[in-house]
């Protein structure tokens, strides 16, 4: 039972959080939507925890114990999480790159062309 009280808590405490983050607009509007789907997520999960539902989710997806099926999709979503973040990593660095350069290209005409 506390453990119940305990996981309803810090799913509330999440979702404020990520509500928070997203009125100061600290989170695009592509990374506030997923937050805020795993925040509500988070917040039914833990409703339906004390009425057992994790347990027939889990042998649904055949994972033995309840946890482990947290477990599992906690290291999912992480991964996928840290993919997209590392292409989105990789793609700003050549953005920033070719940025450099342009900017570098633009001063050098810039001063060939000043009078002397």
Do not use: N
């Not at 042998?59 to 996928?80: E, R, T």
């Amino acid at each position: 039972m506390k453990s119940d009280i305990l996981s309803a808590a810090i799913s509330l405490i999440f979702l404020t959080v990520t509500i928070r983050a997203i009125r100061k607009k600290q989170l695009t509007e592509i990374l506030a939507i997923l937050w805020l789907s795993v925040s509500i997520g988070t917040v039914v999960l833990s409703a339906l925890l004390p009425f057992g539902a994790f347990t027939a989710i889990s042998h649904f997806f055949g994972i033995a114990y309840p946890s482990d099926m947290f477990l599992v999709f906690g290291l999912a979503f992480v991964a996928l999480f840290t993919f997209r973040l590392s292409v989105a990593l990789t793609r700003l660095s050549a953005r920033q790159k070719t940025l450099v350069q342009e900017l570098a290209l633009m001063r050098a005409r810039a001063e060939s062309e000043r009078p002397k």
